[in-house]
């Protein structure tokens, strides 16, 4: 293992500007060391990334201070079988035919509304005008919430992951997020009590009303699992539409190959999902002494899995570093659940519950926009450039096309 001051730092100015050639060298060079800016062990090789996911001795005990200051204790912090029942009482509304019953129309609604507002004006800041609030205002109609409060949500939401980055340790930001905490607390507790006594034929009345073995969630838990819902829910399909649409737009050919057969969707996603990943790191804790690539990773450890690095190693994809919709080592078919090759939603037990939902808001966004938009093309002069170092996506993504009047 090696803790050599010469390696990149995740934490540099420079390091965001192109982490994916930071990443070549520590694949190479130093594919486990401890970082001392984040008190962790950076791992960036894929097998050692698939494992932290799937192997059982990497837990989630690093949640505790990580998500539970600002979320409340979430699902995710759980394991056995109470992580087991927890799940068993939220995963049902995020697949099969609930989600495509009951909530595609909430997608397709919320989808149809932000495009409406540009899809006459021949031009749009796909970012701004849509990717960001798309996936939130869809989660605050599934949960059944006044839809006059869209923005305070999007506050939150841009708090909570702005906590959740922030891996230099802000002490603003960590304050704005403990303060969205208690608004969210104080928003919901009510709403959560009331639906309780009355239910109706959404989300939150679902969970509140939702029962396995004598087991039911409590306030409290539905409640952090609302702000984990928006985190989770919000920026992989915010960051993945956005960067969908920046990904084919530079590959004129596969655009035109969407364009052509929709049922490529699933495939352009996927692989975004690979080569320009969300969320580019997730940490873990081994509760033993772990070897892996590079050396032994300390009980007890925070383990930072770099998603972004794993998701271009060589050893596992061919030509790790170039967009390919067509490309035969992604399986398509299950890159969204818990056997995907890519790491983006991470693997096994705490495999991401929300991956069908951000599958489904995907293929609907970028049907909806293809319609909208059958000649879209980058504006003059624009130039997308990515962001982000824990989650990262493109800053802005201005568009034009001809209205379809």
């Known amino acids: 293992m090696t803790t050599s001051p010469e390696l990149p730092d995740i934490l540099a100015d420079g390091f965001a500007a192109d982490p994916y050639s930071a990443y070549g060298v520590l694949r190479e060079k130093a594919p486990l060391f401890w970082h001392e800016g984040t008190q962790s062990y950076v791992i960036s090789r894929y097998e050692d990334v698939a494992r932290a996911f799937r192997d059982p001795v990497f837990t989630t005990a690093n949640y505790d201070w990580q998500l539970e200051p600002v979320h409340g204790r979430t699902i995710l912090q759980l394991s056995g079988r109470e992580h087991a029942v927890r799940r068993g009482l939220v995963a049902p509304a995020f697949r099969g035919d609930e989600l495509r019953d009951k909530f595609l129309p909430v997608i397709e609604r919320n989808a149809r509304t932000l495009i409406d507002d540009f899809r006459d004006a021949g031009k749009v800041e796909l970012v701004g005008q849509f990717s960001t609030h798309f996936p939130i205002n869809v989660i605050v109609d599934m949960l059944g919430l006044d839809q006059a409060d869209h923005a305070r949500f999007q506050r939150w939401y841009t708090s909570i992951i702005a ?134 990773i300390p009980a007890g450890s925070t383990v930072t899995c770099l998603i972004g690095a794993a998701n271009r190693d060589p050893e596992r994809y061919r030509d790790p570093g170039r967009f390919d919709i067509f490309r035969d080592d992604l399986t398509t078919t299950s890159a969204f659940s818990a056997a995907a090759d890519h790491l983006a939603f991470a693997l096994g037990r705490h495999f991401c519950v929300g991956a069908l939902l951000a599958k489904t808001e995907i293929e609907v966004g970028t049907n909806m926009l293809l319609d909208a938009m059958p000649d879209v093309r980058l504006a003059a002069g624009a130039d997308p450039v990515e962001h982000g170092v824990f989650t990262r996506g493109p800053a802005r993504l201005p568009l034009e096309f001809t209205p379809q009047g």
């Open 163 to 296: 906590f959740l980055g922030n891996l230099a340790q802000d002490p603003e930001v960590a304050e704005a997020g403990l303060r969205t905490r208690e608004e969210l607390a104080a928003y919901m507790l009510p709403i959560i009590a009331r639906r309780r006594e009355e239910p109706g034929d959404d989300l939150l009345s679902r969970l509140c009303l939702a029962e396995i073995d004598g087991t039911r969630m409590s306030d409290e838990d539905i409640k952090a699992f609302v702000s984990l819902l928006l985190a989770a829910g919000g920026e992989t399909t915010d960051k993945a539409v956005s960067a969908l649409f920046a990904n084919l737009l530079a590959h004129p050919d596969q655009l035109a190959a969407v364009q052509r057969d929709r049922e490529l969707i699933p495939r352009a996603f996927a692989e975004t999902l690979r080569y320009s990943p969300p969320v580019h790191m997730i940490m873990r804790q081994p509760a033993e002494d772990v070897a892996v690539t590079g050396g032994t």
